[in-house]
């Protein structure tokens, strides 16, 4: 069985651009990824910030401080938020903010940080495949034809579910693996500390049919199913 690799996309939503000064993480949002596929596992969190929200804070996420008051504070969500990542890669766009205040958090609480070998930049990704674009999430989503058209403000668990779609295009497409021996292990493309990994692909193979295969269809079709729509 080939290797697992796990990935959790995540974005976070937060009352300014400091946590060293008193900024504070109001929401996160991730999706599992295991080998660049969504297994349908996502973790969504709204936060009390213990402060008030910031006119221009509020102008990008919507979220009043009279809202998130009665959520819980990072303090009493911090361990299930280091379960749900476990031991995987953390993927973000702008992955510098977001870890800021992310390891500003978990320390203040007596958590590890997470170290940067273990984060994907989307955003340098980005940079290097399509140098002097606009590289944001909304530009990258409309270059891969990614539905945005929900995304009126930002919101971490819809711009985490963008985020992996977008982030599977600039790795070249999602290809399923279905965790199957067979299929090449697939490997990151680039480490937000610049280390650069190659995928490795298998050719399509083809599996023509012979005439008496296409012969003993086109009878099974005729003779059994009545009406069949790619008849008509």
């Known amino acids: 069985m080939a290797n697992l690799i796990r990935e959790i996309v995540f974005d976070t939503e937060t009352t300014g651009f400091h946590p060293e000064e008193g900024d504070k993480l109001v929401e996160i949002g991730a999706v599992e990824l295991i080998n660049h596929i969504p297994t349908g596992e996502t973790y969504h969190q709204y936060i009390n910030p213990e402060r008030e929200v910031p006119e221009d804070a509020f102008k990008i996420h919507g979220l009043s401080y009279d ?98 779609e977008v982030y599977l295009e600039l790795l070249g497409g999602q290809e399923p693996t279905m965790l199957m021996e067979e299929k090449a292990e697939v490997h990151h493309a680039v480490l937000a500390d610049e280390t650069i990994v190659e995928r490795k692909f298998r050719a399509p193979r083809n599996f023509p049919l012979s005439e ?14 009545s009406n069949a729509l790619w008849k008509i």
């Not at 590890?112 to 930049?121: L, T």
């Not at 008496?212 to 199913?225: P, S």
Request: hydrophobic fraction near 45%; charged fraction near 30%; glycine fraction near 6%.
């Open 67 to 164: 809202y998130l008051k009665a959520f819980p504070t990072f303090k009493e969500i911090a361990k299930s938020w280091v379960d749900f990542v476990g031991d995987g890669i953390l993927v973000a766009h702008n992955a510098s903010f977001d870890m800021k205040f992310i390891n500003f958090e978990l320390k203040g609480q007596g958590f590890d940080e997470y170290p940067w070998d273990r984060v994907v930049d989307t955003l340098e990704i980005a940079r290097k495949k399509f140098p002097g674009a606009r590289v944001n999430l909304d530009a990258l989503c409309k270059r891969f034809g990614v539905d945005n058209t929900a995304r009126t403000l930002h919101g971490a668990l819809l711009d985490a579910q963008l985020l992996a």
């Open 212 to 225: 008496e295969e296409i012969a003993a269809h086109e009878a099974f079709i005729t003779d059994k199913i």
